[in-house]
Nanobody, 122 residues
Framework: QLQLVESGGGLVQPGGSLRLSCAAS????????IGWFRQAPGKEREGVSC????????YYADSVKGRFTISRDNAKNTVYLQMNSLKHEDTAVYYC???????????????WGKGTLVTVSS
């Protein structure tokens, strides 16, 4: 069974950090571009970051550039999103997807996880 599972969400104060994980089972992540997306209450899902399968190039939305870092550990079949200097507006359910993406923010995801909630609040 092909599955993506996100973890690492939680409650954090503004300025704090979290590291999200996206673990795959049933398939090998290094053949796929992996994207992180988020959906805040009442808003559409937006792309946050991605790492391509071809050359490892990365993309970050302007709203997270300089604060978030995406990385992959092929040995663990896992992709991470390190989130620093978190702000209230980063509060959302974060999803990972596997498919194709590039360094300018184009996405085409084939598989999705169920999401992990990140709440930034004092």
């Amino acid at each position: 069974q092909l599955q993506l599972v996100e973890s690492g969400g939680g409650l954090v104060q503004p300025g704090g950090s979290l590291r999200l994980s996206c673990a795959a089972s049933g398939f090998t992540l290094d053949y796929y571009g992996i994207g992180w997306f988020r959906q805040a209450p009442g808003k559409e899902r937006e792309g946050v970051s991605c790492i391509s399968s071809s050359d490892g190039s990365t993309y970050y939305a302007d709203s997270v550039k300089g604060r978030f870092t995406i990385s992959r550990d092929n040995a663990k079949n896992t992709v991470y999103l390190q989130m620093n200097s978190l702000k209230h507006e980063d509060t959302a359910v974060y999803y990972c997807g596997a498919g194709a993406c590039d360094a300018v923010g184009h996405y085409a995801m084939d598989y999705w996880g169920k999401g992990t909630l990140v709440t930034v609040s004092s």
